[in-house]
């Protein structure tokens, strides 16, 4: 899930004490993390090949339109069956 | 000639917003629906929105179209050394300009496959990305002939294939602390090149040929105060906004033509400056505004040499 979010972002995220784990970025959005539509790309996709890899569901198209923050991302990971 | 107008514009941008599928099946389609301004390889950093003007000199009126519809359907896979993004589905395309000096009208069906591409490497700071497309499309389109010295305009079938890659650098932002988040300048350099075969057919003179040739672009985009409206906000409207500029460079040289037509090469260039504005509760539509500078000709959308300034407000849902 972080390495997700740190893909898509242009910030050095994982060096960083203060926000190299995705709930000390939880509340951030994705405008805030510098992501862009082709970072957010990116993001789903890592996010949904490693679902696939566990043998689990995509993330919803509608779904993960809807996320606004790293939060709300795993939430919508969370929710895949 | 070339040709100078000044066109204010609306634009509407449908983005990736409805998936047309129930939320808790397991394998559900994925058709992702997008109206576009041109057809980029996938996955382009901002898209532009497809265009639809009105425009008015001189009391005549004329109406400018420029989208793309797709419907998309996408798969992500993890494979060796990356990970990759693969879209592909049908679309139907409309480049139309109603002008009488000028007029334009290519439009069609197309079938597309796109990719993105990036590596599996370290995550942190710069962002590299690949991303190809391969397009065939079939339609009709207004051509330009001289008959008996005198240019006519005839409507012909049109058949195109075009294959290009295309990437995209994002450089590092250094590092984040999100308890002291600072405006940070966002931005992206972004190379692409296209291999094209057009076609055309019948019309009156049902002169017929095709033409094969390479397409280089460069573009560079940035959005000095970042890309968070929040950062940018106007005190108690509950209004932000996020302006960025993107200047770009293509050029079309022909390596072959046959039949009635001739060899030639194309140089497009462009400058944009933008706003965004974004209601920060969170609620439904956010316009922009553009300022568009264009001048070139495109042979992939039909566009004969000419200059336009456009003035554009685009609503996004």
Not at chain 1, 20 to 37: E, G, H, R, V, Y
Not at chain 2, 49 to 71: M, Q
Request: overall charge positive; charged content about 25%; proline content about 4%.
């Amino acid at each position: 899930m972080f390495y997700a979010i740190d893909k898509g972002s242009n910030y050095d995220l994982a060096l960083y004490p203060t926000s190299n784990s995705i709930d000390k970025i939880a509340k951030l959005t994705f405008a805030q993390l510098l992501m862009d539509k082709q970072g957010q790309a990116m993001m789903w996709s890592v996010l949904n090949a490693g679902l696939a890899l566990l043998d689990r569901s995509k993330i919803d198209p509608a779904a993960a339109s809807k996320c606004k923050t790293a939060a709300d991302v795993l939430a919508a990971a969370k929710a895949t069956t | 000639m070339m040709r100078r107008s000044y066109v204010v514009v609306a634009a509407v941008l449908l983005q990736g917003t409805g998936a047309w599928c129930a939320e808790t099946a397991k394998e559900k389609p994925e058709w992702k629906p997008s109206l576009l301004a041109d057809e980029a390889p996938a996955q382009k950093p901002w898209e532009d929105g497809a265009t639809f003007a009105y425009k008015s000199v001189d009391g005549k009126a004329s109406a400018i179209a420029d989208a793309v519809f797709k419907l998309e359907r996408i798969e992500d896979r993890k494979i060796t050394g990356g990970f990759s993004r693969v879209s592909w589905g049908p679309g139907v395309y409309v480049h139309r300009n109603t002008d009488a000096a000028k007029p334009n009208n290519d439009r069609g069906l197309m079938l597309s496959v796109a990719g993105l591409w990036f590596d599996d490497g370290p995550a942190d700071g710069a962002r590299k990305s690949w991303s190809w497309s391969v397009d065939a499309k079939g339609g009709r389109k207004l051509t330009t002939e001289d008959v008996a010295d005198k240019k006519a305009y005839y409507d012909k079938d049109s058949r195109r294939v075009t294959a290009g890659g295309q990437f995209v650098y994002a450089p590092s932002a250094g590092l984040l602390d999100p308890s002291n988040l600072k405006q940070q300048a966002f931005m992206f350099f972004t190379a692409s090149a296209k291999l094209y075969l057009d076609r055309v057919s019948g019309g009156v003179t049902n002169a017929s040929g095709r033409i094969t040739g390479v397409e280089a672009m460069a573009r560079f985009d940035i959005a000095p105060l970042g890309l968070d409206p929040s950062a940018t906000k106007v005190n108690d409207t509950g209004l932000g906004f996020v302006p960025s500029f993107a200047v770009w460079g293509q050029r079309q040289q022909d390596f072959s033509a046959s039949g009635a037509r001739a060899k030639e090469n194309r140089n497009l260039w462009g400058a944009k400056a933008q706003m965004t504005f974004s209601q920060l509760d969170g609620s439904g539509v956010v316009p922009a505004l553009s300022l568009e500078r264009t001048k070139g000709a495109d042979l992939l959308t039909g566009r004969e040499d000419s200059a336009v300034t456009k003035i554009s407000l685009s609503i996004k849902y």
